[in-house]
């Protein structure tokens, strides 16, 4: 007896419902509620769109991370970073974050018994560290300037000397707080700033230099003990006594670890402040971030706002006030997890796979590497001859494999030179780094063959 209608099987389709029959506005907000499960598959499904994270080698941002932290951050969504009365177990663990970071870099006057000693703050990624600590740069400039009378600062243009590799959130600052950026040009064969540039560009009206622990263009390191060492010479014999900043977004989870006994650091009584992406190298999903000052001296008191919120008295020293508490959590997972040996580890097998990767890529004969990994996990390398094709053709023809490996043009004084940049992060193993040899190598034996030309030398998708 056949059953009747009555007693069918229910359906639900996943593709012939409302998803494939209406379209869902994308504009404005629909009329109706949509089913949970429903409103999953039309972004998930989007989203297959975008290429794969871990296949992303232009980013220095986190894409892996143990499925132990997943779960903490996962369940620490809900708590936001600024209600620190609401969530003292947060906001204690904020401040371990910063101690570790301050003592990391070699800060003046950490004590175990207290916290508070330490200077700094997390942030969301090094773009805020940065705005923070320049803020700070110019109103100890004011002070200086001034000598104790508020307005003499007034009527005169404060100045950041800076490499012209600097990540463009330092031309965010200038515009924004009214600074001139003052930068100094790479050259066709020198990617980073020197000494006597430094010198050269300095005035009274310089709030402090900004030296970066591996450049975003080509990983490698700026001289920092040089510079430095240059400044001090000029201060002691009368001259002008200029801080300097580090910028180690990239390098401030590697140096310690790679090369411990590189001083680029608070070591260096001539930094006064360094911000680092938790984000990068400090292995954690975006975005967490964190600025620590030498000591209290160099954070004047009236950036600090003291806030009565939601309770009791907060000081504060952010752009940002409501965030998630989840990226602190991650970052502190990962300093429990790993520890200094297990940072140690992890560096040193990324910069083993960089430099491998590196070590192919001269043997090709088809490349010049410009920076081999060996400083900071990050390879730059360009062709090393006129074969008929342009890094950017290279780029455009590893995409049809999913690799994203970035080509660009170098900053100015170098805007002639173009590199290809790959950056080795957890998560991209050895045997991901052969693959991406593999199919490097039949990626130039095409090139070899259609010598395109630059074709796609105007189709950039990656800019700096």
């Not at 892996?64 to 620490?76: G, H, N, R, S």
């Not at 001139?180 to 066709?188: G, H, N, Q, V």
């Not at 020198?190 to 402090?208: A, H, M, S, W």
């Not at 240059?230 to 140096?255: E, K, N, R, T």
Request: net charge negative; hydrophobic share 40%; aromatic share 10%.
């Amino acid at each position: 007896m056949s059953p009747t209608r009555s007693h069918a099987p229910q359906v639900a389709p996943a593709y012939t419902g409302r998803l494939a029959m209406a379209p869902v506005p994308s504009l404005r907000l629909p009329d109706d509620a949509m089913d949970p499960d429903a409103a999953y598959r039309f972004i998930h499904d989007e989203l297959m769109l975008d290429g794969s994270s871990r296949l992303n080698l232009a980013t220095f941002v986190t894409t892996w991370m143990d499925p132990q932290a997943e779960k903490l951050m996962a369940e620490t969504f809900d708590k936001n970073m600024i209600d620190k009365d609401e969530y003292p177990a947060t906001a204690a663990i904020e401040q371990r974050c910063v101690c570790m970071v301050a003592d990391l870099f070699h800060a003046e006057g950490l004590r175990d018994d207290d916290p508070s000693s330490a200077v700094g703050v997390s942030t969301i990624g090094s773009s805020e560290a940065v705005m923070l600590a320049g803020l700070a740069m110019k109103w100890r400039w004011r002070d200086r300037v001034g000598r104790g009378k508020n307005e003499a600062w007034k009527g005169r243009t404060p100045n950041l000397v800076m490499g012209s590799n600097v990540q463009v959130v330092w031309e965010k600052f200038c515009r924004y707080f009214d600074v001139e950026p003052r930068y100094l040009p790479m050259a066709e064969d020198r990617y980073v700033i020197t000494p006597e540039q430094v010198l050269e560009n300095i005035d009274e009206n310089t709030i402090g230099v900004v030296a970066i622990l591996g450049t975003t263009y080509t990983g490698e390191l700026e001289p920092i003990g040089e510079i430095c060492a240059a400044l001090d010479d000029l201060a002691s014999g009368g001259g002008l006594d200029i801080p300097v900043h580090v910028d180690a977004a990239s390098g401030g989870f590697v140096v310690p670890f790679l090369h411990p006994d590189l001083e680029w650091d608070f070591r260096l009584p001539r930094v006064v402040s360094i911000n680092v992406s938790g984000h990068k190298y400090g292995l954690t999903y975006p975005g967490i971030g964190f600025v620590v000052w030498r000591s209290g001296e160099h954070l004047p008191e009236g950036l600090v706002f003291h806030v009565n919120y939601l309770g009791g008295d907060m000081p504060t020293f952010t752009l940002n006030f409501s965030r998630p508490g989840n990226q602190v959590v991650g970052q502190y997972y990962n300093f429990l997890r790993l520890g200094r040996g297990g940072y140690s580890q992890v560096m040193q097998s990324l910069s083993q796979t960089a430099r491998w990767l590196g070590d192919q890529l001269r043997d090709s004969k088809h490349f010049e590497v410009v920076a081999d990994g060996s400083a900071i996990p990050v390879l730059s390398f360009k062709l090393a001859g006129d074969f008929g094709y342009t890094e950017f053709d290279v780029s455009q023809a590893l995409r049809a494999y999913g690799w994203q490996v970035p080509a660009y043009t170098m900053p100015e004084g170098a805007t002639d030179v173009t590199v290809l940049r790959i950056v080795v992060r957890e998560g991209f193993s050895a045997d991901l780094a052969r693959a991406l040899y593999d199919d490097m190598a039949t990626v130039l034996t095409h090139l070899d063959e259609l010598k395109p030309q630059g074709h796609f030398n105007t189709e950039q998708p990656f800019a700096h």
